[in-house]
């Protein structure tokens, strides 16, 4: 089993940063464990935000978010990051950190078997 624990969300203003931590714990969690973030806005069905590789060298972001947000991740440490700047209202959603045992990068809903729970990120204008 692995556990994902989201953490970081809330509250801020639009035009500002926002920094999301993924700890990973369970005895199926590897560092070959690709990772991945996605969101979830009311009425909406769960879109892809970004995604890394199990080295953290390779990334892979959708299209709302480049340029505005850096994923990464340590390895020695079990966690994920999402480094979200320039925040818009069109942000807001729950996020989800989530991750799958492959050496690739995933990017859909379906390619990944482990979720978190899920934290509010709520930009306001």
């Known amino acids: 089993q692995v556990q994902l624990d989201e953490s970081g969300g809330g509250l801020v203003q639009a035009g500002g940063s926002l920094r999301l931590s993924c700890a990973a714990s369970?005895?199926?969690?590897?560092?070959?464990?690709?990772m991945g973030w996605f969101r979830q806005a009311p009425g909406k069905e769960r879109e892809f935000v970004a995604a890394?590789?199990?080295?953290?060298?390779?990334?892979y972001y959708a299209d709302s978010v480049k340029g505005r947000s850096t994923i990464s991740r340590d390895n020695a440490k079990n966690t994920m990051y999402l480094q979200m700047n320039s925040l818009k209202s069109e942000d807001t959603a729950v996020y989800y950190c989530?991750?799958?045992?492959?050496?690739?990068?995933?990017?859909?809903?379906?390619?990944?078997?482990?979720w978190g729970q899920g934290i509010q990120v709520t930009v306001s204008s």
């Open positions: 989530a991750a799958v045992f492959s050496y690739g990068l995933p990017s859909s809903v379906g390619e990944y078997d482990s």
């Open positions: 369970g005895r199926s969690f590897s560092s070959r464990h690709a």
């Open positions: 890394i590789n199990w080295r953290g060298y390779s990334t």
